[in-house]
């Protein structure tokens, strides 16, 4: 589920997500996620060498006991794998700043890792860097669902719609996903939420000592962020939201994956602009003389592949046409996979060519990755029941925008989860400090910039938007907009915040 360029920061890709406690009211939440956390014991952390693949240098990892459930703190307990990298240069440090993934499903551990050195460089040492892996990821309890290979297929899991829009196979595979999660998951599964990853986050600056923790979240990880400062305001310090969706909590999930459809839409233009540059031609994958060509081309190749896959260098695993929608989505999120999707499209319009999948779409997710991911978005909001009404809602969805086809709103398995969520949704507020920097791209293909000014509004006069006009998902560092950066740098490693939002030109 994650994927790096050399990012410094960036983001902990969720390609599933580009699909994300228990018992208090959304109207009660800011007391009841300090209370329960505070009364049960601060335990000590085992610090030793990361043996994680991909672990920075010095980066140290420990095991952090939490409650399995936050009302009941002297309860069952459960293990997150939690890291740190110390100040490079302890003269200057002034705190502590935690990394907080992307997903559902991004590990804290690896993303610290790949950003930390990163960010000890930009920050000049401002900071002891910590992450964690949330509940249901890498270093952190799991859980499993015990689902087939066959259904933890990206392809599958994302629920897209058959040729012509059938969602018989959707609503069968997501029934026995459901079934499956319900029956082998257990409280440990029904314990990943948003909420309680906010709760696991304090829950080690307790563990640390710390008063007060600074913040770089990214993608889904905004959201985690801003639910952290809706229920820890007073433990909050310099807090930076990048790539933000709409935290309506009436959808959360379920509005972030219908957002992606028109957000592939507006991101689309790019690609095209960069597959009929003249450039191309040279390397082979140049699609189209006219940027007007691209889409009728792809969209003309999804529906071939539709009625009749290709086969691939992959056994038993064919070129679909929803492969290629997937693939696509995959390719939106940085301009570095334009490449990738281009020599695709190549390989399967080339009768003599056996095209290669992106390893995402060749080989199913592991089952602990399928259940965390599942979990989250289940167990973080209701979902509609009907059947017909998701019908309906990929129909209407097809015509508005064929390049999606329809994924975005088709069913999915927490439509058959038989418990309700234990807890409502919190709602983002302006309450607290008014201590966030949000940066956004207006081109983003997961989390879209009209979600990101809903994000935005809720947080009212505690957060500045810096929009930075680009393509692609994750801007700090990491889409080469010097002013965008600046802004962020600038803004944790001295404070200083624009006065208003403000708007960072190519």
Known sequence: MTTYRTRGIA??????????????????????????????????????PCTTEGAAEGQECASLPVPLDYARPNGPSITVGVSRLRSDHPDRRRGTLVVIPGGPGGSGIQQLGAAGPVLHQQLGGAYDLISLDPRGVGASTTASCGLSRDDRMMVNLRSWPGPGGDISENTTTSRRVAEACERNGGPV??????????????????????????????????????????????????????????????????????????????????????????????????????????????LALAAELDAKPKKTTTDGVPLTGNQLRQALQMALYSDASFPMLARLVQQARDPRATPVLPPPLAAPMSDEDAAATVAVICNDVAWPKSVDGYRR??????????????????????????????????????????????????????????????????????????????????????????????????????????????????
């Not at 890709?13 to 009211?25: D, E, G, K, R």
């Not at 939420?193 to 770089?216: H, K, V």
């Not at 990048?242 to 219908?258: F, I, N, Q, Y």
Request: aromatic letters at 8%.
């Open 11 to 48: 983001l902990a890709l969720s390609l599933a997500a580009a699909s994300t406690a228990l018992t208090a009211t959304a109207s009660a939440l800011p007391s009841a996620g300090a209370r329960p956390a505070g009364t049960a014991p601060v335990p000590t952390l085992d610090w030793k």
């Open 189 to 298: 599964l029904r314990s990943f939420t948003s909420a309680n990853e906010a709760r696991d986050i304090d829950r080690f600056r307790q563990a640390l000592g710390e008063r007060r923790l600074s913040a770089y979240s990214v993608s889904y990880g905004t959201y985690v962020a801003a639910v952290y400062a809706q229920l820890f305001p007073q433990h909050t310090d310099r807090w930076v939201l990048d790539s933000s969706g709409d935290p309506d909590p009436s959808r959360v999930e379920r509005g972030w994956l219908a957002n992606m459809a028109p957000a592939a839409d507006i991101r689309f233009p790019d690609f095209a602009a960069w597959a009929s540059d003249p450039a191309r031609q040279a390397e082979g994958l140049r699609l189209a003389r006219r940027a007007s060509d691209v889409r009728p081309l792809v």
């Open 393 to 506: 809602a990929v129909a209407a969805d097809r015509v508005a925008h064929p390049l999606t086809a329809g994924g975005p709103v088709s069913i999915v398995p927490c439509a058959f989860f038989k418990d309700r969520p234990a807890e409502k949704p919190v709602r983002i507020t302006g309450r607290g400090p008014s201590n966030i920097l949000m940066i956004q791209g207006l081109r983003d293909p997961s989390t879209p910039y009209f979600g990101a000014l809903k994000m935005r509004a809720a947080l009212g006069d505690r957060a500045r938007l810096v929009t930075v006009n680009r393509g692609g998902h994750g801007m700090y560092l990491d889409n080469g907009n010097a002013c965008g950066d600046r802004a962020v740098t600038t803004f944790l490693a001295t404070g200083e915040r624009p006065a208003r939002d403000a708007y960072c030109a190519s």
